[in-house]
Nanobody
Framework: QVQLVESGGGLVQAGGSLTLSCAVS????????MDWYRQAPGKQRELVAA???????NYADSVKGRFTISRDNAKNTVYLQMNSLNVEDTAVYYC?????????WGQGIQVTVSS
């Protein structure tokens, strides 16, 4: 059974930093592309960052230079380091992985940035 569990969210002031973690179990983590998404109130879920098994990373334009995705294959965990947060980053953040045509999502974690 594949499970993804996020942690590390919370309330932070604008300009601050947070690091999200997503612990994965039930699959061979090291060969998977891992994604971070977010969904703000009234908006569609959007891709924030992706990390492939080969080490490539991709970012949404809105977070480039501020967010960093990384992974620890020994711990089956993917991270999202978020710096210089602003109120527009307020959202529920989700990690996701794709196995064949099946998507697996974490439960989501709230990040709130206050002005």
């Amino acid at each position: 059974q594949v499970q993804l569990v996020e942690s590390g969210g919370g309330l932070v002031q604008a300009g601050g930093s947070l690091t999200l973690s997503c612990a994965v179990s039930g699959t061979i983590f090291s060969i998977r592309t891992m994604d971070w998404y977010r969904q703000a109130p009234g908006k569609q879920r959007e891709l924030v960052a992706a990390s492939t098994s080969g080490g490539s990373t991709n970012y949404a334009d809105s977070v480039k230079g501020r967010f960093t995705i990384s992974r620890d294959n020994a711990k089956n965990t993917v991270y999202l380091q978020m710096n210089s947060l602003n109120v527009e980053d307020t959202a529920v953040y989700y990690c996701k992985l794709l196995i064949s045509s099946s998507e697996y999502w974490g439960q989501g974690i709230q990040v709130t940035v206050s002005s």
